[in-house]
């Protein structure tokens, strides 16, 4: 076949470390076929998947499972954090070389997984091995202190917007005194930031995750969009998101947090409805459009978006600009505009918060280890034709 790649720009496929695709348990929202075509239709080659499915990544057996589910429906390259609990120290430690990382839900989400004691949390820091990452979810669990409830059943009670630094402030400190990589999830705040920056002067081993969503929308879009915009962390202020754009330098990983629920469960009364947004077929297109508008420099987004988390991660296959890295390749059409629409989402639910959204940039062809996966909005590639990622033995890539 004959690529004509005339007046296309090419960029490296992205890597979506962050990704909740459902399966199993959940797979009325999505499964790792919708969710990897997703991926391809927004230029994603590579995904990490989080372990808060139904069960959860929290042994070596349920992890056994879903990558023998992945194994047979993806269409993009994938990898698999483990989900800490209470009671599964070694075990975390004894899989790690067959994850990308751990994570740490230090604040309550969608799902069951949870340890927010210090104990646990310590001998996880001290045991996963270190130069692995551990990603938190590092949210003030402000509900239970409120409620008192045991667990994350009751997530989607009503509570005080969350925090996160005193979740935060424990995990860089623990982080510092066992010398372990750690990486936070969705920062949305310049205090979090801050601290983040701090710890890293001090010789911290910490990066940190921004998200499309806090990236591009606040508030207000929250009141426009209701449940819809329901996420946790929440939509923040106005001030809030300019400072994640002020402190881009900080910020080593753009990660979508790609979770899916359908329209039904988030036309549920507010505090029923689940948290989350599907992410993983827009986060190309706006950062692209952004870098059209001379908000960032391109190279500033693949940083983000390819070589970082392929360092952090350990995807040794992956990342670009090095040699030797996988032929993962988005040819997009930079002069055509098109509108960002529900209908054109491929995700099972259908929606994204993101319609209406006018953006410069059509993707027109996906690669995926050099073999033409998607094509004019269509997907090519077959349920199977994603492969498990390569991990480098020792995850201290990142300078
Ligand atoms: C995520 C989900 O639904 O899995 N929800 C969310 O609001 N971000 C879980 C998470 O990342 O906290
Ligand atoms: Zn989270
Ligand atoms: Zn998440």
Redesign the pocket.
Known sequence: QIIDAEGMMVLPGFIDS?V?FRDPGGTHKEDFLSGTQAALAGGVTTILD?P?TQPPTNSREHLQEKKALAAQKAVVDYGFYFGATDTNIEEAAAVADQVAAMKL?MGS???SLLVTEFSPIYRHFSTFPLDKPIVV?AEDEQSLIYFGAQGSTEHNRARPPLSAQIALSRALAIAEKVGRALHI??TTTQRELELIQEARNKGVRVTCEVTPLHLFLTEDDQQRLGNFG????PLRSKSDQAALWRYFDVIDTIGT?H?P?TKEEKMQPYQKA????TGVQTMLPLLFNAAQEGKVEPGEIIKRCVVNPARIFGLKDKGALEVGKDADIVLIDPQQVYEITNEKIVSKCGWTPFAGTKVKGKIQQVFVRGKLAFEHDTCLAQPGNGRHVHYAYHHSLYA
Request: charged share 10%; proline share 9%; glycine share 10%.
């Open positions: 962050h909740h989080m808060n839900y989400s969608t799902g979810h999830a969705h329901k996420v946790n962390p947090d979770a629920h689940p948290s989350g947004m």
